[in-house]
């Protein structure tokens, strides 16, 4: 299993600078009630870019909604509101006394022709992963809850763990077995007391660190191509990346779709410093801040690259209160006239863009 090696730093020649607040909770909605935030994003048949924010109710109930992006001289300014997409109305996406579908991922993945949505449903047991799929946006099939495929080296059944932070990449990659397939960026949660309270940490063969970090998974294309169910069943799993620097010394995990660049595939990845309580629970004492990988472009479990510092790091007042104070959580990045352009979650309550701009 690969080490978290602070020497691999390398030179990540892009930088964040900050464009301003697209989304505030509209008031008076029930829907919004405890914030907007952490959006999923892409483009409509028609063209025009979308949010797919989290949007939070009273009691930390989460739904999906849908919102075409305002811009005005090139810039991201504002959305205009066009409903809830997806909402926890299945048995497994509720619990007693919970309930969401929270903090989704989409990537447009062109060989499918469709925008591949990972979510978190916050159902009997905790956040569980689930895959849905839409060819608008707006009407999402539901594909299920994920699968691990069991991995003896690893001594362990990932599907114990509860798991977060999932992203598609946007473009077929080869798996460690040769063949042809479609990536995705998880981060498990090595916790089993959050479950079954008393079981405490378990590692697989090979972890030492029980930081939770990044890994990564894939689908063979055939798979997928025989069945669109697969990409709900995950393999050859591997680590990716952990925390190794001050910014992300408690946990690291993924966050918008990874980007093709020409140094291979960079990753904006959120890093957390402070005090975790429940996983369940709103977070009071941590600190969010974003950074980046960048990943080999043949090989995209192999980090070249990754940024000593934060990028970006909760400094404004809507960065730093909120429902979770201090909080920079990039989810989204989108190209407009041919910038880049990254949604993030500001303290759990906001969502405000910035501009990716290269150093170099």
């Known amino acids: 299993m690969p080490s978290n090696d602070p020497a691999v730093t390398g030179t990540v020649p892009y930088r964040l600078r900050r464009v301003g607040v697209v989304m505030t909770p509209a008031e008076g909605d029930p829907h919004e009630a405890e914030g ?10 028609d063209g025009a870019l979308y949010l797919l924010p989290r949007l939070v109710a009273a009691g930390n109930v989460s739904r999906v909604g849908l919102a075409r992006v305002v811009i005005e001289g090139g810039l991201p300014i504002g959305v205009e509101r066009e409903g809830v997409v997806l909402e926890p109305d299945r048995g497994w996406e509720r619990g007693v006394g919970n309930a969401g579908v929270e ?16 979510y978190v449903a916050y ?25 691990f495929r069991y991995q003896d080296e690893l001594d362990m059944d990932l599907n114990l763990f509860h798991n977060k932070d999932t992203v598609f990449f946007p473009e077929p990659v080869t798996a460690p077995d040769g063949r042809e397939a479609f990536a995705v960026l998880h981060r498990p949660m090595w916790d089993l007391g959050e479950t079954r309270p008393g079981q405490g940490v378990r590692l697989p063969a090979g972890v030492e660190d029980e930081r939770q970090s990044i890994w990564i998974s894939y689908i063979p294309v055939d798979a997928v191509r025989a069945d669109l169910g697969a990409l709900t069943l995950w393999e050859q799993h591997r ?11 408690l946990k690291i995990g993924g966050g918008p779709p990874p980007l093709r660049v020409p140094e291979g595939w960079l990753v904006l990845h959120h890093g957390v410093t402070g005090v975790i309580d429940s996983a369940f629970s709103q977070q009071q004492k941590v600190n969010y801040a974003a950074g980046a990988l960048l990943l080999d472009a043949d090989d995209p479990s192999r980090v070249i690259a ?14 730093r209160s909120g429902i979770v104070p201090n909080v920079v959580f990039p989810t989204a990045i989108e190209e407009i006239d041919g910038r880049h352009f990254v949604f993030y979650g500001m303290a759990d309550s906001k969502i405000g863009v910035a501009l990716l701009e290269r150093t170099d």
């Not at 159902?123 to 699968?147: E, F, I, N, Y």
């Not at 680590?239 to 010394?249: I, K, L, S, T, Y």
């Not at 990754?306 to 960065?319: C, F, H």
């Open 123 to 147: 159902g009997p047991l905790g956040p569980r992963t689930a895959v849905a799929v839409s060819a608008d946006l707006r009407d999402w099939r539901r594909l299920g809850p994920v699968l």
């Open 239 to 249: 680590f990716v990346a952990g925390p190794a620097f001050d910014f992300e010394a």
């Open 36 to 45: 907007v935030l952490n959006p999923a994003s892409g483009r409509g048949p």
């Open 306 to 319: 990754r940024t000593p510092e934060p990028l970006l790091a909760p400094e404004t007042d809507d960065e």
């Open 103 to 118: 903090d989704p991922r989409v990537t447009w993945i062109p060989a499918l022709d469709l925008h591949v949505m990972t």
